[in-house]
């Protein structure tokens, strides 16, 4: 009767038992059982397998449940030799405690990855990564005493380990530097053909869904506080709890111009937000990429075409009112010029007559819903206040959203600590 192996082609464990099977050649009927849309809780496979687990293996009246006990099951069955599982005892007992160790592997990368697919926690706590990473730490004191995990000829421990490390590496990956016996021995393994066949597709599609689901490696976010653009960020990453490291960028010490900083953006602006490989040096375009990553919902930013247009040309309506306060500033700052033209103050002015304009057929910027376009020009309009005063007399809607706005918390959270300095700077470069 032909042996069947119910798996799920991205667990680890399942990755160790079809590397088995290849290794011994063992002719076996694949069942695939979807975790993710939780084919597992199904009551016929609950009877097989109480735990629901993945890995289990059918081989006549006999269920085996665990992968560790399947791999074992298997070599003793249908090795050809004891290689990968000496009869020596105290050989097999090198192994078999590794087997177990395995087991805390497993179980570390596992209490990330659960709560990450099934619980929606997109981000691990210190202790879960600290954990993860001392388990490496843990594997390259093995190997520093034997070639591989259990001795100096691979076992069944390295192929279970191999597909536990396969995956965690998707979390925390292996640094050559602090563990290089674990780096050496994981190149070495995961060049075989039996991981490059059964293990390797499923560890990429596990990485892909991890990526996705994982805020691992944290977003980084280069700002001035008082800068309007980076009030806008700070703002949406307030907004959607979007995990961002902050990195300060001092514009009034020209820390733009550093080397290392114009070389991650040419045009030495801020904010600058980087994701991974991704970098983005326009505070519009973060509010926008910010909301699609994880927006709960598409109201700040619709999906529907025209209502996403109506927003777009609000953004860029933000960027022309923004290079006309910026007109005043910049030559204020570096250059010394503390008087604005009239024409520079009358094109800011302006500013509020065309927001008037759009308030007075609706609720926000860009609709009766607030979007992105009203966080960005709430963080512009916050500063052109202090070199224009806002005319409520003249402008009583944008008075109105404004008021409304202010009264929100990522504004009180954000902006509303900085506005001291902001109207103190303002005041000490412009004669208004």
């Known amino acids: 009767m032909l042996l069947k192996l119910y798996k799920m082609d991205l667990s680890p464990p399942a990755g160790a038992a079809l590397m088995i099977c290849e290794i011994h050649k063992i002719p076996v009927e694949m069942i695939d059982v ?19 687990t993945i890995p ?7 269920i085996i449940h665990d992968s560790h006990a399947i791999l074992t099951y298997l070599t003793d069955k249908y090795g050809k030799d004891e290689s990968l599982y000496p009869k020596d005892l105290k050989k097999r007992a090198q192994v078999d405690q590794k087997l177990f160790f395995d087991t805390l592997l497993f179980h570390r990368f596992r209490s990330i990855t659960y709560s990450a697919i099934f619980e929606g926690l997109r981000k691990p706590t210190e202790k879960q990564l600290k954990d993860l990473d001392e388990a490496y730490s843990f594997l390259d004191a093995f190997l520093s005493k034997t070639k591989f995990i259990a001795g100096d000829n691979m076992t069944i421990a390295d192929v279970s380990i191999l ?29 075989q053909s039996f991981f490059k066949n059964c293990a390797e597709p499923g560890s990429i599609t596990l990485g892909e869904i991890l990526k996705a689901r994982l805020d691992l490696m944290p977003l980084k976010l280069y700002k001035m506080d008082i800068s ?15 995990p961002v490291e902050k990195i ?29 490989d991704l970098s983005i040096h326009d505070s519009h375009v973060i509010l926008t990429y910010l909301t699609e990553k994880y927006g709960k919902d598409e109201s700040l930013y619709p999906k529907d075409l025209k209502k996403r247009a109506q927003v777009d040309q609000k953004l860029f309506l933000d960027t022309l009112i923004f290079f006309r306060m910026r007109a005043i500033t910049t030559p204020a ?27 007075s057929k609706t609720k926000f910027v860009a609709g009766d ?21 806002m005319d409520f007399t003249k402008y009583p809607k944008v008075h109105d959203w404004f008021s409304h706005m202010k009264s929100q918390s990522f504004y009180k959270k954000i902006i509303e600590p900085v506005t001291a300095e902001l109207e103190k700077i303002v005041k000490e470069i412009l004669d208004l």
């Open 369 to 389: 819903n607030m979007t992105i376009a009203d966080i960005s020009l709430l963080a512009t309009f916050n500063a052109v206040r202090y070199i224009i005063p």
């Open 163 to 191: 597909a536990s490390v396969a995956a965690i590496r998707h979390i925390i990956p292996i640094d050559g530097n602090k563990y290089p016996h674990v780096q050496s021995w994981f190149t070495h393994m995961s060049n």
């Open 34 to 52: 979807d975790l993710i849309k939780q084919e597992n809780l199904k009551p016929e496979y609950q009877e097989k397998n109480p735990l629901h």
């Open 56 to 62: 289990l293996l059918e081989d006549d009246d006999l």
């Open 333 to 359: 700052f570096f250059e010394g010029a503390r008087k604005p033209t009239e024409k520079q103050l009358k094109d800011l002015e302006e500013a509020y007559k065309f927001l008037e304009a759009f308030l």
């Open 248 to 276: 300060d960028v001092n514009f009034l010490k020209l820390e733009q111009f550093k080397p290392d900083y114009v070389k991650k953006n040419p045009i030495h602006t801020v904010p600058l937000l980087e994701d991974d």
């Open 228 to 242: 309007p653009p980076v009030c806008a960020a700070l703002m949406i990453c307030d907004i959607h709890n979007v």
